[in-house]
């Protein structure tokens, strides 16, 4: 035998000590955090999306069916062969609808985890707070809030929201509508934190511009529990009440505001926000009968749904009502959940463009992610056609506007996307990766 | 309880200092960054345990310094484009203002009266964050510009983004503040709000004007709060409405409970048990709030003093 082909011990000088040593700093290597990413990097392993859920707090309905959506999205993603040839794997943390827990959540997904992305967040203050997070860690991070937070340029370069429109947006491609329908004499009624004052500052001009006025704005404080005394002073001339009431309350305040004005009401026009995952057949809300409401996607399957939406219905169990299949009383938030299913599939294209193979590659998806232009209709993007601003990193779609009528919701217009659109007010672009 | 040498206590104290450095070498990823943001809330705590374990004045209005200090360091960038130094005096000075005024209205009380009453006034100061809205963000909250959140010293650039210099930057605050802590406890002033915790009436006819004392501890523990909340604008780059909320007057009161009231380091240990539990079961089950109430039913039956103060109790009588 050639010895010289052999490893001899002796002849090396390997000593146990020096030889345990090698084998400790062996292990050391391979736990280190950079010698995982790169074995993930050069394997079919799953991609993996970090949801940062809100499981608990005051978004754990949305949390629900967001994670519902997810789920469906995910199985859809896979069965067609995954994300680059590998499949998707999301990992769950609750951030408990609160800020603070947020931003840790987002570390936890960049450090603990190591997922590719982060996806899935709804209420805006956790969006913001857990913001500079994801910018630190240079983690691409996806919401699905409708928040204007993202538009506004406020956050950071890794900060996206593709797949459902924000709030500036939806507000400004309402006003044709309820100028021309509803009535030119408009008394907004919002509760009076951030949600509320989106409201307050965007209707306005957008009603302006369409002939209409805002004759009236009355703000009610969050911890209100009880809603006649504002009634009065609602202007006798009001041909529109514009409310956004959310939370627990709104039961209270839409069967107040029925004892108020009985049969005789003005036009009521209303955002669906208030009545996410809430029975419109609900006690107390015969009121709003034959009232309006935006929706994102409509709740209740409507006669001309396409193929896709209905796919999508299906693949996500919710029946024609828009509650779980086999638990009619489980409502979903239907208007606004149907942007993780389309997020995701904004994700899956731009790691398909960006050649994604693992973190090492997050600055490509973020350029990936900016260089789209438009997502056409279809089962990817089964709520309508979006054109996506890669300076602001905000997705624009149609928008639908709906009727109460026999305790369903009929969509009876969809906006278009020129609608919605504004001004950039800034451009993430410009900002080093 | 005997009283523990200079060395002895200062040593220990150091020494937790020396590990909370060294660990900065060997923690994880995650865990680094989480135990930089359990120390500056530790701070909030040992604020909190000043007043409340110190003097036995509970308060349930603690969340308004530490968003004194939030906000007072957050919008002096965000607003008015201050460096980070000048941001975190700024943060300082609206707590010593705010627990000055709060200590000359709220000292007018004792008792539960007191705990309404501090509650009271920081809910009129969540309210106001709330309705001065388009500067705070509201209840939405802003965030602090990254490219805003360096300290420049001559050449050298120093970014709080970077998780080792907020690591290191967290550690001196908790550091300073663990410190000063341990000075004002061993000192004579220490020993007079003790006193007033025990039996105010016979401290003040040993002729120590118990007022001002009690007030300079609401003035030095506001100001240890809001030092904290202005860390926590700079290092983690985010103000929100939520943490002047009344969860966060009472979490440093569970995080001083569970540690010990009344021992330095009990703030800390009770803010690393707290944030630990939830961290480890959230990951098992959304029903963890419930598993954080079992612990603290089994600490209040096994550890009634908190953990730093049953151990003191029980075996080391001398832990200041």
């Known amino acids: 035998m050639d010895k010289s082909k052999t490893f001899n011990l002796q002849k090396t000088g390997l000593t146990r000590r020096t030889a345990l040593k090698g084998l400790a700093a062996g292990a050391g290597l391979a736990m280190a955090p950079g010698f995982v990413r790169y074995s993930q990097a050069q394997s079919s392993a799953p991609i993996r999306i970090g949801f940062q859920s809100h499981r608990t707090g005051i978004g754990a309905a949305y949390g629900r069916w967001y994670e519902k959506t997810t789920a469906a999205a995910i199985k859809a993603i896979n069965d067609a062969g995954g994300i680059n040839g590998r499949p998707v794997e999301v990992i769950i943390e609750d951030d408990g609808t609160d800020p603070g827990r947020g931003a840790e959540v987002v570390g936890k997904f960049a450090t603990q985890h190591k997922t590719d992305i982060v996806f899935g967040t709804l209420f805006s203050h956790v969006v913001i707070g857990s913001a500079p997070a994801a910018g630190e860690a240079k983690m691409p991070y996806f919401v699905v809030s409708e928040g204007h937070h993202v538009a506004s340029t406020k956050l950071n370069r890794y900060v996206f929201q593709p797949g459902i429109t924000d709030v500036k947006s939806q507000i400004q491609s309402m006003a044709p509508w309820i100028a021309a329908n509803a009535g030119k004499k408009v008394t907004q009624i919002f509760p009076d934190f951030a949600f509320g004052y989106d409201h307050r500052d965007y209707l306005p001009p957008a009603l302006k511009a369409q002939g209409a006025d805002v004759i009236a704005q009355i703000a009610?404080?969050?911890?209100?529990?009880?809603?006649?005394?504002?009634?009065?002073?609602?202007?006798?001339?009001?041909?529109?009440?514009?409310?956004?009431?959310?939370?627990?309350?709104?039961?209270?305040?839409?069967?107040?505001?029925?004892?108020?004005?009985?049969?005789?009401?003005?036009?009521?026009?209303?955002?669906?926000?208030?009545?996410?995952?809430?029975?419109?057949?609900?006690?107390?809300?015969?009121?709003?009968?034959?009232?309006?409401?935006?929706e994102g996607s409509p709740r209740y399957a409507q006669a001309d749904d396409s193929a896709a939406q209905k796919a999508y219905r299906a693949a996500v169990g919710i029946d024609d009502n828009g509650a779980a299949v086999g638990d009619p009383k489980d409502v979903s938030t239907a208007a606004h959940m149907f942007g993780c299913w389309e997020t995701l599939y904004v994700v899956k294209k731009a790691m398909e463009d960006a050649g994604y193979k693992g973190p090492e590659d997050r600055a490509k998806l973020v350029e990936a992610t900016e260089a789209l232009k438009e997502f056409a209709e279809g089962p990817e993007h089964p709520q309508g056609p979006k054109t996506f601003n890669g300076k602001i990193h905000q997705c624009f779609g149609i928008q639908n506007i709906s009727k109460v009528e026999g305790g369903k919701l009929k969509v009876v217009h969809k906006t278009k996307i020129e609608d919605g659109l504004y001004e950039a007010e800034g451009d993430y672009t410009t900002q080093a990766l | 309880m005997s009283e523990a040498s200079p060395a002895k206590a200062y040593g220990l104290h150091l020494g937790v200092i020396a590990l909370l450095f060294g660990l900065s070498f060997v923690l994880p990823d995650y865990y680094h960054g989480l135990l930089a943001r359990i120390m500056v809330l530790a701070v909030f705590a040992m604020g909190y345990n000043m007043l409340f374990g110190y003097v036995g004045l509970l308060s349930l209005g603690h969340a308004m310094f530490f968003g004194a200090g939030l906000y007072g360091?957050?919008?002096?960038?965000?607003?008015?484009?201050?460096?980070?130094?000048?941001?975190?005096?700024?943060?300082?000075?609206?707590?010593?203002?705010?627990?000055?005024?709060?200590?000359?209205?709220?000292?007018?009380?004792?008792?539960?009266?007191?705990?309404?009453?501090?509650?009271?006034?920081?809910?009129?100061?969540?309210?106001?964050?709330?309705?001065?809205?388009?500067?705070t963000g509201g209840d939405q909250g802003q965030v602090v510009p990254q490219p805003a959140r360096v300290l420049t010293f001559g050449a050298t650039v120093l970014d709080l983004t970077n998780p080792t210099v907020r690591y290191m930057s967290a550690l001196a605050l908790f550091s300073v503040a663990l410190l000063i802590t341990l000075a004002i406890v061993r000192s004579r002033y220490g020993r007079v709000l003790v006193a007033i915790r025990e039996n105010e009436e016979r401290t003040k006819m040993l002729g120590f004007d118990t007022f001002s004392n009690k007030l300079s501890a609401v003035v030095i523990s506001g100001t240890i709060c809001a030092a904290s909340g202005a860390a926590y604008a700079?290092?983690?780059?985010?103000?929100?409405?939520?943490?002047?909320?009344?969860?966060?007057?009472?979490?440093?009161?569970?995080?001083?409970?569970?540690?010990?009231?009344?021992?330095?380091?009990?703030?800390?240990i009770g803010t690393l048990f707290m944030y630990y539990v939830i961290d480890i079961t959230s990951g098992y089950t959304s029903a963890y709030l419930l598993i954080v109430g079992v612990a603290l039913i089994l600490l209040v039956l096994f550890f009634p003093k908190g953990i730093l103060g049953t151990i003191r109790q029980r075996w080391l009588g001398w832990l200041p």
């Open chain 1, 220 to 294: 009610i404080p969050p911890t209100e529990s009880s809603f006649t005394k504002y009634f009065p002073q609602i202007p006798a001339e009001t041909e529109v009440i514009y409310h956004v009431m959310v939370g627990p309350a709104v039961l209270t305040f839409v069967k107040e505001l029925g004892e108020f004005y009985g049969s005789q009401r003005p036009q009521l026009f209303g955002f669906i926000d208030s009545l996410e995952a809430v029975d419109i057949n609900s006690p107390g809300l015969e009121f709003l009968d034959g009232s309006h409401f935006w």
């Open chain 2, 73 to 135: 360091a957050g919008l002096a960038i965000i607003q008015l484009g201050w460096s980070v130094p000048a941001a975190f005096a700024a943060g300082l000075a609206c707590g010593v203002v705010l627990s000055a005024i709060i200590g000359l209205l709220a000292l007018r009380t004792t008792g539960v009266a007191f705990m309404i009453v501090t509650m009271m006034f920081a809910q009129v100061f969540y309210l106001l964050i709330l309705y001065f809205a388009a500067w």
């Open chain 2, 234 to 268: 700079l290092l983690f780059g985010y103000v929100g409405s939520s943490f002047a909320s009344v969860q966060y007057s009472i979490l440093p009161l569970l995080w001083v409970l569970l540690g010990g009231a009344a021992t330095t380091l009990g703030p800390l």
